[in-house]
């Protein structure tokens, strides 16, 4: 998880899921008041897995284009890269 992540979590998911934890603790039906704390549940738990996918999956393309521009860059500038490198030294040998 990145530093966004956790910031988003401690400022502002964890006080709303308080809040709604508190409305739904002042339910007097107890029936209502059990089937609202198994919704609550399985939305948050739905919530951080959506979320631990979406932020592994975010760094992935993050990384996916550092890649792409590194390489996009070595072409422009015509740096071989390490493979071309590593023939041309086969090569001698």
Same mark, same amino acid.
């Given at each position: 998880?990145?530093?966004?992540?956790?910031?988003?979590?401690?400022?502002?998911?964890?006080?709303?899921?308080?809040?709604?934890?508190? %409305?739904? !603790?002042?339910?007097?039906?107890?029936?209502?008041?059990?089937?609202?704390?198994?919704?609550?549940?399985?939305?948050?738990?739905?919530?951080?897995?959506?979320?631990? !996918?979406?932020?592994?999956?975010? %760094?992935?393309?993050? !990384?996916?284009?550092?890649?792409?521009?590194?390489? %996009?860059?070595?072409?422009?500038?015509?740096?071989?890269?390490?493979?071309?490198?590593?023939?041309?030294?086969?090569?001698?040998?």
């Amino acid at each position: 998880m990145v530093g966004p992540s956790i910031i988003f979590y401690v400022i502002f998911a964890l006080p709303f899921l308080y809040a709604i934890y508190w %409305i739904l !603790k002042q339910e007097k039906n107890k029936s209502k008041y059990i089937w609202g704390m198994i919704i609550f549940v399985i939305l948050v738990i739905a919530g951080v897995i959506f979320s631990f !996918k979406g932020s592994r999956m975010a %760094i992935q393309n993050y !990384k996916q284009r550092q890649e792409d521009a590194r390489r %996009i860059e070595r072409e422009e500038l015509s740096i071989p890269s390490t493979d071309t490198i590593d023939s041309l030294e086969g090569d001698e040998k």
